[in-house]
């Protein structure tokens, strides 16, 4: 390969998987709080009002400074890989690419391959009245692995007499819309000031969905030329409804320390019944050579075909996550400690458990300032930081989120909201 192609291939193959990501961002309940974001995610036990929800239902049953709740707009995107940082970007981005270059690149893959998520979440017009919320929220989140042997091929080319057999390469990508109805029940509990539990029952509006079925490539390269042969089967709908819900438990001890407990998408099912096919292409060569295509056409070399039917309508869930924190709130300082895990692979949620720490502190009673950092969930280290514009009524926040890393990270997410309080 070209020094040329190979700058050009690489420094297109790190800025997709940076910027074009393909998730969810992240697609997390809360991933649009501002809040939340700047302290890591450490904001299960923190969470009041119109957010608790996004957390566990159960918050609503402990008071808060404010009764009120109402969400204007929040937003909140993220991307991330296993891979490239965008140091790795710049540093290999226009220059000549030697052999141990390529070394380091093909060595920063784990051996499993590339993954890529991104995902995003936004919700509008939620609000709370004591107990009781109503929030409206998209969400979406993809998330796509690719074998390593892709790489080895981009970077290096097909190696004489060598196999390569490529099938560890899958995908998922999904966008739905929640529109959840949440309440909490307060029960007298020793030991507490406040308990109580809660349940939030979603209706979900499904807009896409698309899942890789099937993805191979064979290459092989012996004395008579190119052999390959492919086939990618892909499942899709463009419409679907289903149902989830989340189930939770709370309490306010003394001294301004909480502790909640939940389970988001307990119970889920969607069922896509509209559009729904199924996306079928295959590829094969036989023998191809620079000669054999000079003298032919080279569509009688390679030889490809698609094709799309209609399928039965099918289901997918929601990946279900558990979450733990512990929480303290004070004039100046509050404290955040969670543990996130889902309790299933998918699309947007790792079933390695995320353990974050956040903090959130005042010098400047309306100016709030955040840190955070977490370790675990696929991501490794991450650092986050956020402040806000905090005027009791109302508040605007912005946090960003390196992912894989404090700064220069492997993902970045960021979010913003505003927020009223009465």
Same mark, same amino acid.
Request: proline share 2%.
């Given at each position: 390969?070209?020094?040329?192609?190979?700058?050009?291939?690489? +420094?297109?193959?790190?800025?997709?998987?940076?910027?074009?990501?393909?998730? &969810?961002?992240?697609?997390?309940?809360?991933?649009?709080?501002?809040?939340?974001?700047?302290?890591?995610?450490?904001? &299960?036990?923190?969470?009041?009002?119109?957010?608790?929800?996004?957390?566990?239902?159960?918050?609503?049953?402990?008071?808060?400074?404010?009764?009120?709740?109402?969400?204007?707009?929040? *937003?909140?995107?993220?991307?991330? $890989?296993?891979?490239?940082?965008?140091?790795?970007?710049?540093?290999?981005?226009?220059?000549?690419?030697?052999?141990?270059?390529?070394?380091?690149?093909?060595?920063?893959?784990?051996?499993? #391959?590339? *993954?890529?998520?991104?995902?995003?979440?936004?919700?509008?017009?939620?609000?709370?009245?004591?107990?009781?919320?109503?929030?409206?929220?998209?969400?979406?989140?993809?998330?796509?692995?690719?074998?390593?042997?892709?790489?080895?091929?981009?970077?290096?080319?097909?190696?004489?007499?060598?196999?390569?057999?490529?099938?560890?390469?899958?995908?998922? /990508?999904?966008?739905?819309?929640?529109?959840?109805?949440?309440?909490?029940? %307060?029960?007298?509990?020793?030991?507490?000031?406040?308990?109580?539990?809660?349940?939030?029952?979603?209706?979900?509006?499904?807009?896409?969905?698309?899942?890789?079925?099937? /993805?191979?490539?064979?290459?092989?390269?012996?004395?008579?030329?190119? $052999?390959?042969?492919?086939?990618?089967?892909?499942?899709? +709908?463009?419409?679907?409804?289903?149902?989830?819900?989340?189930?939770?438990?709370?309490?306010?001890?003394?001294?301004?320390?909480?502790?909640?407990? #939940?389970?988001? $998408?307990? *119970?889920?099912?969607?069922?896509?019944?509209?559009?729904?096919?199924?996306?079928?292409?295959?590829?094969?060569?036989?023998?191809?050579?620079?000669?054999?295509?000079?003298? &032919?056409?080279?569509?009688?070399?390679?030889?490809?075909?698609?094709?799309?039917?209609?399928?039965?309508?099918?289901?997918? %869930?929601?990946?279900?996550?558990?979450?733990?924190?512990?929480?303290?709130?004070?004039?100046?300082?509050?404290?955040?400690?969670?543990?996130?895990?889902?309790?299933? %692979?998918?699309?947007?949620?790792?079933?390695?458990? %995320?353990?974050?720490?956040?903090?959130?502190?005042?010098?400047?009673?309306?100016?709030?300032?955040?840190?955070?950092?977490?370790?675990?969930?696929?991501? #490794? *280290?991450?650092?986050?930081?956020?402040?806000?514009?905090?005027?009791?009524?109302?508040?605007?926040?912005?946090?960003?989120?390196?992912?894989?890393?404090?700064?220069?990270?492997?993902?970045?997410?960021?979010?913003?909201?505003?927020?009223?309080?009465?």
């Amino acid at each position: 390969m070209n020094s040329f192609l190979e700058k050009f291939v690489f +420094a297109g193959l790190v800025l997709c998987l940076l910027v074009c990501g393909s998730d &969810t961002v992240l697609a997390q309940a809360g991933s649009s709080n501002a809040r939340s974001v700047g302290m890591a995610g450490a904001y &299960t036990a923190l969470a009041r009002g119109v957010e608790s929800p996004s957390w566990n239902p159960a918050n609503l049953g402990l008071s808060g400074k404010r009764k009120y709740h109402f969400n204007l707009i929040s *937003f909140g995107v993220g991307l991330n $890989n296993n891979s490239f940082t965008m140091n790795d970007y710049d540093r290999y981005n226009g220059e000549y690419l030697t052999d141990t270059d390529k070394e380091d690149i093909l060595s920063s893959i784990p051996a499993e #391959g590339l *993954f890529l998520d991104a995902g995003s979440e936004v919700q509008a017009l939620g609000f709370s009245f004591g107990t009781f919320a109503f929030t409206a929220t998209g969400l979406g989140a993809s998330d796509i692995s690719v074998s390593k042997d892709v790489a080895e091929l981009v970077l290096n080319g097909n190696e004489f007499g060598r196999a390569y057999d490529i099938r560890d390469s899958d995908g998922e /990508a999904w966008g739905v819309s929640s529109f959840a109805f949440s309440s909490a029940f %307060r029960l007298d509990v020793a030991g507490t000031e406040q308990f109580a539990v809660g349940l939030s029952v979603k209706y979900l509006r499904g807009f896409a969905y698309a899942k890789v079925i099937e /993805a191979r490539t064979s290459i092989n390269t012996d004395i008579d030329g190119l $052999n390959t042969n492919g086939r990618l089967v892909v499942d899709q +709908a463009l419409g679907g409804s289903g149902y989830s819900f989340d189930l939770g438990a709370a309490a306010q001890l003394q001294k301004g320390w909480s502790w909640s407990l #939940g389970v988001s $998408n307990l *119970f889920n099912e969607i069922n896509w019944s509209t559009d729904t096919e199924r996306f079928t292409y295959e590829f094969s060569a036989d023998s191809a050579s620079v000669e054999l295509i000079d003298d &032919t056409d080279i569509d009688s070399v390679f030889i490809d075909s698609d094709e799309t039917v209609d399928i039965d309508p099918f289901k997918s %869930r929601l990946p279900s996550e558990l979450r733990f924190g512990l929480g303290h709130t004070s004039d100046k300082l509050t404290v955040g400690l969670d543990m996130q895990q889902g309790m299933e %692979r998918g699309a947007g949620v790792s079933t390695s458990p %995320r353990f974050a720490l956040g903090t959130e502190f005042r010098l400047i009673g309306f100016f709030p300032m955040r840190l955070g950092a977490a370790l675990g969930g696929g991501d #490794g *280290f991450s650092g986050s930081a956020g402040f806000g514009l905090d005027f009791s009524v109302f508040s605007w926040d912005f946090a960003v989120l390196s992912r894989s890393g404090a700064f220069g990270g492997k993902g970045l997410g960021m979010a913003f909201d505003w927020m009223f309080r009465f």
